[in-house]
């Protein structure tokens, strides 16, 4: 059997990224070692100041799912996943340049409680933060074992060729326009994304995705770093970042900073339900 070709950089064969530009996602199974993987679900299960700075999103149906955000990586655990090269190198593979850390985020969506996503994609929040092109891609890290029964991201494959769709407000998120997504349904797969711990999805900004309610005695929760190219800054501010150079920094340095207890869980959270203006900026824009 022949070896795969890999481009420069990242992990990512040429096959690999034809998929992406194809499918506008592509999984990276096993990118982070079970040691990895242990040590980050350890320290945010233990991480007071996230579980503090957790912000609920209401799903519209009652339920609300739970995630805690920071602009920047830092120096601790979150930052040394975020920063590793495995990780950005890859990024920098799908989006063909620089990239820098837009924003990380974990979804704490726990047993029996943890609600859904609306079908949305990511610029469609991000074109309100003044970005002039979706040369984005976000990297979900899967913290525990995701699967259908416990709400798992599903995505439309293909549908980032759509283009940015129309983004409305639902409770408190912003969901893509129905009628489309539900022609889009029609004609294109609805690819349930399963993962175990340490698997990794990237995906593009505009590929449509959602996720069910968590309905299992497990909870689902997932590490999702979002990194922007360096050619694409802002026109305006928003509570995201612009262009800050994104200092990379050896893969061994996760495992070296998650054994170092007194450094792993160094991160400084955003005030989301103060600062993000994202989805509320949609419902002025209806009016």
């Known amino acids: 059997m022949q070896k795969p070709q890999f481009a420069p950089g990242g992990v990512f064969s040429v096959e690999d990224l034809a998929r992406y530009h194809q499918d506008g996602y592509v999984f990276a199974r096993s990118l982070f070692t079970a040691e990895e993987i242990g040590l980050l679900r350890d320290t945010a299960r233990q991480d007071h100041a996230l579980d503090q700075a957790a912000s609920s999103r209401d799903d519209g149906t009652g339920h609300a799912v739970r995630l805690s955000l920071w602009n920047h990586p830092g120096d601790g655990l979150y930052g040394m996943v975020a920063r590793c090269h495995r990780v950005v190198d890859s990024v920098e593979q799908l989006i063909g340049e620089e990239a820098y850390h837009y924003h990380s985020k974990m979804i704490l969506k726990d ?54 769709v129309n983004h409305i407000l639902s409770g408190d ?113 209806s009016v």
């Open 111 to 164: 047993a029996r409680v943890g609600g859904a996503w609306a079908w949305h994609q990511d610029y469609g929040y991000w074109y309100q933060n003044g970005l002039l092109f979706p040369k984005l891609c976000s990297v979900m890290i899967a913290v525990d074992r995701a699967t259908v029964e416990n709400g798992c991201l599903e995505v439309l494959k293909g549908s980032h060729q759509m283009g940015r």
């Open 173 to 285: 998120q912003a969901g893509a326009d129905m009628e489309r997504v539900n022609a889009a349904l029609k004609v294109m797969e609805r690819v349930y994304c399963e993962m175990e711990p340490g698997d990794a999805l990237f995906f593009h900004p505009n590929t449509l995705h959602c996720s069910a309610a968590n309905s299992s005695d497990h909870p689902r929760w997932s590490l999702i770093c979002c990194y922007n190219a360096a050619t694409n800054n802002p026109y305006k501010e928003s509570h995201h970042p612009s262009y800050t150079k994104l200092h990379k920094v050896d893969d061994a340095e996760v495992l070296r900073v998650g054994r170092d207890e007194a450094r792993r869980a160094s991160v400084e959270f955003a005030n989301l339900d103060r600062d993000d203006s994202s989805a509320r900026s949609l419902a002025k824009a």
